[in-house]
């Protein structure tokens, strides 16, 4: 049985979220998901590597879920990478531990698609201001599975409507649960590539 470690990387998922809350809420409905709310364990951003790790180590996928904040990853998300992925863990010559596990990237965007382009607003593609995460998939062995959702920002009266967002953020969690139970997709995909 393959299990999910999803972890959360929204600042404040109770009180100032609404699509990534309505997400980990309908991944909290499935089976063999672990479920870690970063900045409800650790709101002092100390980070318990051991037990991080250990939780990585069971896991075939892993789901980083978190909203886009300046075209990066929230900070408690950015510390745990600095802290858990190191040395001997994740790269290095030991360092193999992550290796083949899926990395299911599943972010929130606040602005629209149109806006992610070389002459739009936000000037690059999603693609592009994913690298740095592809990399650290590439560098660890893992394999880099992107699922992203545009205009899920609500700021009433000047952005979106708050129904609409929230149908967007339940679309969101259809896909990522079916992908979460395809895991031999990517797998399957990079034998046929090797044949
Ligand atoms: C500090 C901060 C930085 C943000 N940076 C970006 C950004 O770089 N690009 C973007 O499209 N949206 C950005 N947003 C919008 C968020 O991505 C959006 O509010 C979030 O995905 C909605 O998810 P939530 O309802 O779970 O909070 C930002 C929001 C905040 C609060």
Redesign the pocket.
């Known amino acids: 049985m393959s299990k999910t470690l999803v972890i959360v990387g ?1 600042p404040d ?1 109770e009180n ?6 309505l997400i980990v809420e309908q991944l909290a409905q499935q089976e063999d998901i672990e479920i870690r709310d970063l900045i409800r364990l650790y709101p002092d951003f100390r980070i318990d590597v051991e037990t991080e790790q250990q939780a990585l180590l069971e896991a075939d996928t892993v789901v980083l879920q978190f ?6 990853v929230p900070a408690i998300l950015k510390h745990w990478l600095d802290q858990v992925f190191c040395y001997g863990f994740a790269y290095g010559s030991t360092g193999d531990k992550l290796h083949s596990k899926r990395l299911i990237i599943s ?5 629209p698609e149109e ?1 992610y382009q070389s002459n739009g607003y ?1 000037s690059f593609s999603i693609d592009q201001l994913l690298a740095p995460l592809k990399q650290t998939a590439n560098l660890t062995g893992m394999i880099f599975e992107p699922l992203v959702s545009h205009s ?3 700021i009433p009266g000047v952005y979106n409507v708050k129904e609409e ?1 929230e149908e967007r953020a339940r679309e969101h969690a259809r896909r990522l649960v079916a992908s979460i139970n395809s895991p031999n997709r990517m797998k399957e995909e990079l034998a046929d590539a090797a044949v």
């Open positions: 929204h998922l100032g979220s609404i699509a990534n809350k909203p886009f904040f300046w075209y990066s972010t929130t965007i606040g602005g806006s936000n899920m920002v609500y967002v």
